[in-house]
T-cell receptor, first 115, second 114 residues
Framework: AQSVAQPEDQVNVAEGNPLTVKCTYS??????LFWYVQYPNRGLQFLLK??????LVKGSYGFEAEFNKSQTSFHLKKPSALVSDSALYFC?????????????FGSGTRLQVQP | DGGITQSPKYLFRKEGQNVTLSCEQN?????MYWYRQDPGQGLRLIYY???????QKGDIAEGYSVSREKKESFPLTVTSAQKNPTAFYLC?????????????FGDGTRLSIL
């Protein structure tokens, strides 16, 4: 079975500071990993994904994520936060080649960037 | 513009009533999905379909039904058997059932009980 944990319900950062949103996963084999962002009363927007290769993945809006196989983590990062980054962030996993053909999402982390 | 359209945006259900949520996509995607979103619980998979005329149950299929008669349409019916239907429902699609394809989401339908 595949699962995702986002240990923080909310993350608060000041504008201009770096931000990290944490994600750990559990799969039997190798994972495909995704980050999505959700603004109020909207659907999810795709930010980035890890498939294979370089452990540092760059995505939309200046976000990046680091895949760490030994720690089974895929933390989302941004060097300098903007107020407009305030939103709900979801990590998702899918096991390669086996397992069900749909993503499993974490419970979400609310990012609040203060001016 | 290509995308996923969910309708209605808001829906109210009476006791004992079945309601149907619409999801249409013009992205020519093969795979479609329905999720339920409750506060603090993230997204939970209700049903998914990898191809026309085929669909599979997700984690919380009880009280829901779907059909996939056309590639572009994947309606979700919330039946009277679903005792706690109040939630935000999200439809998504992806190019195919390939594992690495990101899903594209509609803007959701918020269902409430009268």
């Amino acid at each position: 079975a595949q699962s995702v944990a986002q240990p923080e319900d909310q993350v608060n950062v000041a504008e201009g500071n770096p931000l990290t949103v944490k994600c750990t996963y559990s799969v039997s084999g190798n994972p495909y990993l995704f980050w999505y962002v959700q603004y109020p009363n909207r659907g999810l927007q795709f930010l980035l994904k890890y498939i294979t290769g370089d452990n540092l993945v760059k995505g939309s809006y200046g976000f990046e994520a680091e895949f760490n196989k030994s720690q089974t983590s895929f933390h989302l990062k941004k060097p300098s936060a903007l107020v407009s980054d305030s939103a709900l962030y979801f990590c998702a996993v899918r096991e390669r080649l086996t397992g069900r053909r749909a993503l499993t999402f974490g419970s979400g982390t609310r990012l609040q960037v203060q001016p | 513009d290509g995308g996923i359209t969910q309708s209605p945006k808001y829906l109210f259900r009476k006791e004992g009533q079945n309601v149907t949520l619409s999801c249409e996509q013009n992205l020519n995607h093969d795979a479609m999905y329905w999720y339920r979103q409750d506060p603090g619980q993230g997204l939970r998979l209700i049903y998914y379909s990898q191809i026309v005329n085929d669909f599979q149950k997700g984690d919380i299929a009880e009280g829901y039904s779907v059909s996939r008669e056309k590639k572009e349409s994947f309606p979700l019916t919330v039946t009277s058997a679903q005792k706690n239907p109040t939630a935000f429902y999200l439809c998504a699609s992806s190019i195919g059932p390939g594992e690495c394809q990101p899903q594209h989401f509609g803007d959701g339908t918020r269902l409430s009980i009268l």
